[in-house]
């Protein structure tokens, strides 16, 4: 099968780590392992599409010395109050906070939070892990 070649600028952390898992995950070069990587990202946003009810765990990473960040995420947990049903806070460090949301609602809605989240200045990661589909 063809391929298309591409490039892409990554910081050097990042990078090692990707050689990390390429060595690790048996790749034998880093475009094994992207591949694979890409298309686990792509399986993982599958739910999104689904038009069902989902329970998932959310998570966020941010930096609290950012007041911003702090105070947008604490709107949002509002704004989604009906989708939350649990939160837990726990300090990483001085300044890096980690929260966890159990949320449950439709798919689109949970997927829109996480991406208002995720475009939050001061939030280094935010991601969604899908626990099951609801029945309908």
């Not at 993982?44 to 038009?51: C, E, G, N």
């Not at 941010?62 to 049903?85: C, G, N, P, V, W």
């Amino acid at each position: 099968m063809p391929v298309a070649r591409v490039g892409i600028s990554i910081e050097p952390e990042l990078l090692e780590e990707l050689d990390r898992i390429t060595k690790d995950g048996g790749y034998s070069n880093r475009s094994q392992a992207l591949r694979d990587l890409i298309r686990s990202a792509l399986s993982d946003r599958a739910w999104q599409s689904s038009s069902g009810s989902v329970l998932a765990a959310v998570t966020i990473f941010y930096d609290s010395a950012s007041s911003f960040a702090t105070r947008r995420i604490l709107e949002m947990q509002h704004d989604f109050y009906k989708d939350i049903r649990s939160s837990t806070h726990f300090h990483i460090s001085e300044t890096r906070c980690l929260e966890v949301l159990v949320v449950s609602g439709k798919a689109a809605r949970i997927d829109s939070l996480v991406k208002a989240l995720k475009s939050v200045k001061g939030v280094l990661h935010a991601d969604v892990i899908l626990i099951s589909r609801m029945p309908r």
